[in-house]
């Protein structure tokens, strides 16, 4: 059974700073890896999918990476805005299409 | 384009009261899903369907809850009877194909039981 994990629950940094949010999965059979940003009281949007075969995605200020050998993702923000402040979900899809999620890092982006 | 839709936004119901949730996929999309989310926790799986067939549906509590999805468009998730622990935001989604291609999340439902 798939299990995802990310430490830590919040975190909080001062605006402008370069930041890292890890996620770490049990079983690395995935399908591909997903994150997704969920801002208070919202539905998911979708961030960044990598695929098994890749080991990068890059959208604007946003990169992610997937290490599957070692169970492994990072979501790297450059430059945070406080506009960053969210919810940082990542999800590994197994064979099934299921979806499995973390619970999830609170960033908040001190002005 | 629309993404994926979901209404009601909020429905706030007694227990033991009936309750539906209504989910309009992005169009073209085959896949659809049922998401439960809990307070300070990621999203659970209740129910994904491949077109019109459940090929998934073991997370779903089905002495209480159903989904149905006619026509292999809309998707409808029904509670009945609602009870206090139900309260949770319902999230759709929908994906191309399966494996390999992007999630896209609905806004979600929030459900109160009182």
């Known amino acids: 059974k798939q299990e995802v994990t990310q430490i830590p629950a919040a975190l909080s940094v001062p605006e402008g700073e370069n930041l890292v949010l890890n996620c770490s999965f049990t079983d690395s059979a995935i399908y591909n890896l997903q994150w997704f940003r969920q801002d208070p009281g919202k539905g998911l949007t979708s961030l960044l999918l990598i695929q098994s075969s890749q080991r990068e995605q890059t959208s604007g200020r946003l990169n992610a990476s997937l290490d599957k050998s070692s169970g492994r993702s990072t979501l790297y923000i450059a430059a945070s805005q406080p506009g960053d402040s969210a919810t940082y979900l990542c999800?590994?899809?197994?064979?099934?299409?299921?979806?499995?999620f973390g619970k999830g890092i609170t960033l908040s982006v001190r002005p | 384009e629309a993404g994926v839709v979901q209404s009601p936004r909020y429905k706030i119901i007694e227990k033991k009261q009936p309750v539906a949730f209504w989910c309009n996929p992005i169009s073209g999309h085959n896949t659809l899903y049922w998401y439960l989310q809990n307070l300070g926790q990621g999203p659970e799986l209740l129910i994904r369907y491949e077109n019109e067939e459940a090929v998934d549906d073991s997370q779903l509590p089905k002495d209480r809850f159903s989904a149905e999805r006619l026509k292999g468009v809309d998707s409808t998730l029904k509670i009945q009877p609602a009870e206090l622990g139900d309260s949770a935001v319902y999230l759709c989604a929908s994906s191309y194909g399966n494996t390999n291609t992007e999630a896209f999340f609905g806004q979600g439902t929030r459900l109160t039981v009182v």
């Open positions: 999800a590994g899809t197994g064979a099934n299409s299921k979806l499995t």
